[in-house]
């Protein structure tokens, strides 16, 4: 055979080559690409105070937070279109809380709190702790709002409401000291969860601000 031919037969076989890798590499760019993986928050570290100051307050009981409303939603984050359903729930598909919205209230309050006062853990089922000989007060706190509203398309607000119950535990039963429904509207500065988040946890820790301040007019 002349050289011609094998030279002619080689590139035919580059050729043929060339193109299964153009096929191979074009069927890679339409291969499915692995879903987006969801962005998880929570409300940050705290912030350590300049000095710690003294337990001033008297000591209290904290129940485990409960929000009954938000049980199915889990980690979720939520919003909401006010002006459109507002009684229509939504998760933002990519974005997730580490915990639980009533657990993280819950450590976030627990923090707080735990800056003026020593707080315990209580709760109905709970052998009452003692501080003294005495059983605190006890608080219990129900989670009724917590999500990311939009009041228009370009306007939102982190909501949270929540409602709180102080007892004093006695043996007959409890006694009600106070009850009293907190709920703050944080602006959020874009129609993002990112956004909403940041605004729940503002929202977040002025309620537990205005908590605070409601415990000291009780004398608690």
Sequence with gaps: MSASFFQSARVRALQAAGAAAFFWLAGCSVLPQPPAQA?????????PVAAAPALSQPPIALADVDAPGLKDADTSVLYRLAYADAQVVRPYQLARWTLPPEQLVQQRLSSRLGRERSVLYGGDGVVQPRVQGKVPALLRIELEEFSHVFLSASDSVGWVRLRATLVERQPQGDVLLGQKTF????????????????????????SIA???????????
């Design 39 to 47: 962005v998880r928050y929570d409300f940050g570290p705290e912030l």
């Design 210 to 220: 205005a908590l605070q301040e409601w415990l000291q007019q009780l004398g608690r």
């Design 183 to 206: 709920v703050v509207q944080q602006p959020a500065d874009s129609a993002t969860a990112a956004s909403g988040v940041r605004a729940l946890t503002q929202a977040t820790d002025q």
